[in-house]
């Protein structure tokens, strides 16, 4: 264990470093994710006004909100670009000098975007769930918050990121076949929007088909932890998602790594 | 050491037709073509050898070098290096070697050099005394104390290539992949470069396979030469017997009295050479000539020039192992039409 935190920690470091380095990306990054935020909150907000009652589906105004930030928020930190950066290195061919290093690649991937994940919890996840909760405070005159629930979706979260991360390898490996991924990338990353409820809350869809999605690995993307955090479940609920997260998690892991081993004949380097 | 037998890799290759409207025929119905970049490539090389493994561009020098490393999986054959084979157990495998291609970097871009060494230390696993004297060697040997603590994107060609040969040494490996380390690189830093790669085989018999345009590393280094061209072993020999069948061109050069003028159309065609034997350059007043000197001895070629014109300065030149290589590259791709 102590030999795996020593090899893969450089990687951490260097992805933190990296994040830091490129500050006015990071920067448009904060804000460009704030904006929409507050695009979908009007949006919302006419949709609320309209229908004429307090509550829409389930969802009051205030929750609204704390769902828009937070699952925004949950983007945030579970964001992986493993599929691009993956495939920007197969078609650049600097794919090698990760292959001649004795590390897991796609270890060395995972460590990397953690360490921009772990800044974007700190700079931008972590003042929005205080935003949200001073919100909720001068809407409701009460503290909302549930330190439980805060913990589970930390728990949460960390598994949204590790299917997120496998799901956008798995992708990233199709890289080998194709060589760009730009266009199918698109594709991609609108149908998971979609799917995993960061576009609308899937508890606005048909019962049918919100319980399919529920138990599709985009759910456990973003929605679950989000859920939880709203303490939208009840106790057996939680540990129901909480499972299907995990099992997903898994799922996806083998996948990424039979993948892999597939690939890795297949790779062929460009130039150079 | 390395043995590498009947490595074949081929890539499947889109083709597109010219214009927009073979763009799109190749965007619904693409066309596909297998191209050969290696074919029957096999070789040994003993432990402490330095092999200088050449070719033109585009003969499959690097797609060879990338199967020897592991990141290729060859479409047939195999190869054993160490007693590993590269493709079973990577991670186990590039341990034990050190790789350059130098017109990529291992270096983390964003962080000073030094950090780059620090995390190398970790990813091998080398200790902390170990790497202490490793660093101090490597210092010695390619003067990294001037930019060692700045970041790896503002350090200029020759120091970035300096320092990606530190890292590909840094951890003691058995065997050194090198791929173009001195492309683009001025004289002095060659001439670093060199001398650690001389240093580094000579104390730990580490065992070299070196890819070069460069004539003089060939001539200053290796002890043998492969040579390939479009995928396949053109030889397999010593430097020595390569300049022994091929190269008996010489080069004499000559500084003219300018009065005394000379004719160089005349000149030519007094001497009885096919085109392929002789080149003859006229640069004011330095005049060259290059032959084959199976076909006209040394001292017939003297002789007549001195007899044609005044000259003031002679120099000879040994066999010029550039010309070696062209022809036999001429030779080659012939053998192969």
């Known amino acids: 264990m102590n030999k795996i935190r020593k090899q893969y920690f450089p990687f951490m470091r260097a992805g933190i470093q990296s994040v830091i380095a490129y500050r006015m990306n990071f920067i448009g990054f904060v804000i460009g994710g704030l904006v929409y935020c507050f695009v979908m909150y009007y949006l919302w907000n006419a949709v609320f006004l309209s229908s004429g009652s307090d509550t829409f589906m389930g969802f009051s105004m205030t929750d609204m909100v704390v769902y828009l930030f937070l699952s925004n928020a949950t983007g945030e930190i579970t964001f992986s670009s493993v599929s691009t950066d993956i495939g920007e290195e197969i078609r650049d061919g600097s794919i090698s000098m990760r292959l001649i290093k004795p590390v897991n690649t796609d270890m060395s991937y995972f460590a990397t975007e953690i360490g921009g994940s772990i800044i974007r919890f700190v700079v931008f996840a972590l003042p929005v769930t205080i935003g949200i909760e001073i919100y909720r405070y001068c809407m409701l005159g009460r503290i909302m918050f549930e330190p439980v629930n805060f913990l589970l979706y930390l728990l949460s979260a960390l598994l949204a990121y590790i299917i997120s991360f496998r799901v956008n390898l798995c992708f990233g490996f199709v890289a080998f076949y194709v060589k760009n991924l730009w266009g199918i990338g698109i594709l991609k990353n609108s149908i998971v929007n979609f799917l995993s409820g960061s576009l609308i809350p899937l508890a606005f869809m048909p019962e049918w088909m919100k319980t399919i999605l529920e138990y599709m690995p985009f759910s456990s993307m973003n929605y679950t932890p989000v859920m939880i955090y709203m303490g939208k479940y009840g106790t057996t609920e939680l540990f129901v998602r909480l499972a299907v997260q995990a099992v997903w998690a898994l799922l996806v892991y083998g996948l990424s790594k039979l993948i892999w081993f597939g690939a890795v004949k297949k790779l062929c380097v460009q130039g150079g | ?337």
């Open chain 2, 1 to 337: 050491m390395i043995y590498a037998e009947n490595l074949r890799k081929e890539f499947t290759k889109n083709i597109k037709e010219p214009g927009l409207k073979g763009s799109f025929k190749s965007l619904f119905k693409p066309k596909k073509e297998i191209v050969v970049a290696a074919d029957d490539i096999s070789f040994h090389v003993p432990q402490g050898e330095i092999l200088g493994f050449i070719g033109p561009n585009g003969a499959g020098k690097s797609t060879v070098i990338k199967m020897l490393t592991g990141i290729l999986t060859p479409t047939s054959g195999s190869c054993r290096i160490n007693g590993k084979i590269p493709q079973n157990d990577r991670k186990n495998y590039v341990r034990e070697i050190g790789v350059v291609f130098g017109q990529r970097t291992q270096l983390w871009w964003d962080l000073p050099l030094l950090e780059t060494y620090t995390v190398l230390k970790e990813i091998y696993e080398v200790e902390d005394s170990k790497f202490k004297k490793r660093m101090q060697f490597l210092n010695d040997i390619l003067e990294l104390q001037d930019f060692i603590n700045s970041p790896v994107r503002t350090l200029s060609l020759g120091q970035r290539m300096r320092a990606d040969i530190a890292a590909s040494m840094l951890h003691s490996p058995k065997v050194l992949f090198l791929d173009e380390p001195t492309i683009g690189l001025d004289v002095v830093v060659k001439d670093n470069i060199r001398r650690a790669i001389m240093k580094i085989n000579k104390e730990e018999k580490t065992t070299v396979i070196l890819t070069t345009h460069d004539i003089s590393d060939i001539e200053l280094l290796c002890d043998r030469i492969v040579m390939i061209d479009k995928g396949k072993n053109v030889y397999d020999g010593s430097l020595r017997e390569l300049k022994k069948n091929f190269g008996q061109m010489r080069e004499l050069s000559f500084e003219v009295d300018p009065i005394s003028g000379l004719d160089v159309r005349k000149f030519r065609e007094n001497i009885d050479l096919s085109d392929e034997d002789v080149i003859i350059k006229n640069d004011q007043n330095i005049f060259t000539v290059r032959f084959n000197s199976e076909a006209m001895p040394v001292g017939d070629m003297l002789n007549y020039t001195l007899s044609a014109a005044k000259i003031k300065d002679i120099s000879v030149k040994d066999a010029d192992i550039e010309e070696i290589i062209r022809r036999l590259y001429k030779e080659g791709a012939g053998g192969n039409e």
